[in-house]
């Protein structure tokens, strides 16, 4: 054993000094050439390419190497030997990722890359503005020449669009609402926020599955369809108006429509938005893949409908300023100073300076379409209109499933028709029906009990007073989103005549004067 341990010494001895005579023959310079001769010949006949992504470029952050950490973070399996656990600020996931040194294979269109995490010591930091972490850090990516093209091209683009959806995913979605009196907060920015954990999906909606799942394929190819956008010349946004009696669930609506998407929400309260101006510089500190929300636009500030306008008020406006009256109503200034235009909120949504930015949606809320300004309700505008209607059948079983738990097969048959009769007569609320539930939902069959006498009384109240019309005493859905239509292009028309007419006495006026 002995003579072992001193063989070994003597051969570690022989490579040291070989080592130190190779040192003093050979220069660094030349051992330097020497490695990089080496290194072109290596690559001159290698089959792969290398690329080095850094967590650093010069002195500010790689966006390419956090998206390939995020990205690689969704193909790392939990069970690996050694993996790196985050979790980022407002992040309601964890994130698993490479430790250091370590490498994961990856499969794009049937091509095989490897991925490596490379960290090492940096060496002495020279002079900079902002101190540099003390590792290096970056991701090593080696491919086969031959799939350089398709890597570069259509790879990174792809990593970069995973990248986006997983912090979207793994982010909490947050609820702004415009500062008071136009106010700054300590970033300097217009909007104040705070987490958006509304728990309502499009599943607990009560509405009717049909018309949910309409709704849900318009939101889904409004998401995807950023290329048919480019593709016909339109700015990326879409609006849509939630009208009907209070308490239908428009708001419910709402929170749906931005946790199907993943979109944060920005509640703009007109009475705290004092110009025009102000409106746009809002508008442009909302990021990308947001909701912006106006509840009750009838009752926020006076932009109804122009021909409710007072005659006088008429014939001293010229028609060119049809659209440009102040959020008063009135030529001059409200009492809270609000000055607002239509022509301003309409450009707020449809004009030059909606398009400074991509992937938003407008949504307005009314209990009265009929008071809107017709200007307001046109395509463009709010694409799509949405009847928020009273309970019906479809809606009042969701309702039963959410807060009791009930399918329709656990309910007696007599009673389930006996509420669908019922149901559309009673003309009640979601916010209604959900109140009965909740009182009693420790003890179902009283819940059930209740709720069918209370649809009974409602009902017959409802006959009896006369407020149900049709031929059957029951005024349908569609009926009503017909007619609430109707009233809206009515007015649209009456409008259209009545500027006709302002533009028929403008001329009758000019000729008189040239006369």
Not at 175 to 196: A, C, I, K, M, Q
Not at 350 to 373: A, M, P, Y
């Amino acid at each position: 054993m002995k003579e072992y341990w001193t063989s070994l010494a003597s051969l570690l001895g022989v490579l040291a000094f070989c080592q130190s005579l190779m040192q003093s023959i050979f220069p660094p310079e030349l051992r330097f050439a020497f490695l990089k001769f080496f290194n072109r010949i290596f690559h001159l006949f290698s089959i792969y390419c290398y690329f080095d992504i850094t967590e650093i470029d010069g002195v500010n952050t790689n966006e390419l190497y956090n998206a390939v950490q995020l990205y690689l973070s969704s193909s790392v399996s939990i069970a690996g030997n050694r993996l790196s656990l985050t979790r980022a600020v407002n992040s309601s996931s964890i994130t698993f990722g490479l430790s250091n040194n370590d490498s994961i294979v990856d499969t794009f269109n049937g091509v095989t890359v490897l991925w490596e995490h490379v960290v090492t010591q940096r060496q002495t930091q020279t002079f900079a503005w902002r101190p540099l972490p003390e590792e290096k850090r970056g991701f090593t990516l080696r491919i086969k020449k031959k799939d350089k093209t398709l890597i570069l091209n259509s790879y990174l683009d792809y990593i970069m669009e995973r990248a986006n959806e997983i912090r979207r995913k793994n982010q909490d979605r947050l609820l702004y609402t415009n500062s008071r009196g136009g106010s700054l907060d300590s970033r300097g920015h217009p909007w104040e926020s705070v987490p958006f954990k509304h728990p309502s999906t499009f599943e607990t909606l009560a509405m009717d599955p049909i018309k949910k799942q309409q709704i849900m394929d318009d939101l889904k190819d409004f998401a995807q369809g950023q290329l048919f956008y480019q593709k016909t010349g339109r700015a990326w946004k879409r609006g849509y108006l939630l009208y009907g009696p209070p308490g239908t669930g428009k708001s419910s609506m709402i929170a749906a429509m931005a946790n199907y998407l993943g979109y944060d929400i920005y509640d703009l309260e007109l009475t705290e938005v004092h110009s025009n101006s102000e409106l746009r510089k809002l508008l442009m500190k909302t990021s990308s893949k947001s909701i912006i929300v106006i509840e009750d636009i009838d009752c926020s500030i006076n932009l109804t409908n122009r021909k409710k306008n007072s005659s006088n008020a008429a014939s001293q406006r010229s028609f060119y300023d049809a659209e440009t009256r102040n959020g008063s109503g009135s030529g001059e200034e409200g009492g809270n100073g609000n000055t607002i235009t239509l022509s301003g909120l309409l450009n707020f949504t449809d004009g030059l300076w909606s398009c400074c930015g991509s992937e938003r949606i407008f949504v307005f809320t009314t209990n009265h379409i009929e008071k809107l300004d017709p200007a307001l309700l046109r395509s463009g505008r709010m694409d799509m209109h949405i009847y928020m209607s009273f309970c019906n059948f479809p809606s009042l079983k969701i309702l039963l499933k959410n807060y009791l738990g009930y399918e329709e097969e656990d309910i007696n048959d007599d009673v389930l028709k006996e509420m669908e009769r019922v149901v559309e007569k009673a003309e009640m609320t979601p916010a209604d029906v959900s109140e009965a539930l909740i009182k009693n939902r420790r003890d179902k069959e009283k819940a059930i009990r209740e709720l069918l006498e209370d649809l009974k009384s409602r009902g017959e109240r409802n006959v009896k007073d006369g407020k149900l019309r049709g031929g059957s005493g029951i005024l349908t859905e569609l009926e009503v989103v017909e007619e609430q239509e109707k009233r809206a292009i009515d007015s649209q028309n009456e409008d259209e005549d009545h500027d006709e007419e302002e533009i028929e006495l403008e001329d009758n006026i000019c000729k008189t004067r040239e006369d």
